[in-house]
C-alpha cells in the first residue's frame, strides 16, 4: 500500500500562525506523525505540499502508477478549485479530503468543497489526527478491494 499525502496552499505555514485554529505543530511534524503510523502499519507514505493549484494538479495525476490512495489537504482551494476536483476522478486512485478545522463551522465560503464529490470520505475538525485516520481509511479500502 502507497498512500501521498498532499498539503495545499499555506499549510508550509502550520504553527506559525493562527495556532487557536490549527495548532502550533509545524508540518515537519505532520509529517513525522503520519510517517510514524504508517511505519507501524508497513504502508508506505510520500508527501507533497505546494501553493501552486498546477503543481498540485501535477502531483495528483503524477500519483497514477505510483500510489494507491491520496490523503489531500487543499486547504483553500477545496472552495474553489474545479481543476483539482477533476485531477483526483482523472487519476482514478481513491482519495480522502482531510481539513484540520472543523470548515462547518467557520466561514460560509468554506462550507463549499469542490474536491469532495470526487473523495471516498472526509475527515474534517480532528486536527493532525485526521491525516492519520485517513491512512487507515484508506489502507482499509484497499484491503476490501
Ligand atoms: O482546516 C483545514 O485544514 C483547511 O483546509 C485549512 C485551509 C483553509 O483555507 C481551509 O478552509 C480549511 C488553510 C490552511 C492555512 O494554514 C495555515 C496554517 C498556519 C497559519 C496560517 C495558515
Same mark, same amino acid.
Given at each position: 500500500m502507497r498512500i501521498l499525502v498532499i498539503?495545499?496552499?499555506n499549510l508550509n505555514m502550520l504553527g506559525r500562525r493562527e495556532p487557536e485554529i490549527y495548532g502550533r505543530e509545524t508540518l515537519d511534524d505532520l509529517i513525522a506523525l503520519i510517517r510514524d503510523h504508517a511505519a507501524?502499519? %508497513?504502508i508506505e507514505v510520500s508527501f507533497y505540499q505546494s501553493n501552486h493549484?498546477?503543481?498540485l494538479v501535477d502531483a495528483i495525476q503524477g500519483a497514477l502508477g505510483t500510489a494507491d490512495g491520496i490523503v489531500i489537504n487543499p486547504g483553500a482551494y477545496t472552495h474553489?478549485?474545479?481543476a483539482l476536483l477533476d485531477a483526483v476522478k482523472a487519476? %482514478?486512485?481513491p482519495a480522502v479530503e482531510?481539513?484540520?478545522s472543523?470548515?462547518?463551522k467557520r466561514e460560509k465560503f468554506r462550507q463549499t468543497s469542490?474536491?469532495?464529490q470526487a473523495c471516498v470520505a472526509t475527515i474534517m475538525g480532528k486536527g493532525f489526527a485526521g491525516y492519520t485516520e485517513a491512512v487507515d481509511l484508506l489502507a482499509a479500502y484497499g484491503d476490501g478491494k
Open positions: 498539503n495545499g496552499p507501524k502499519k %508497513g493549484e498546477g503543481d474553489t478549485s474545479i487519476a %482514478g486512485i482531510v481539513h484540520i472543523d470548515v462547518t469542490y474536491i469532495r
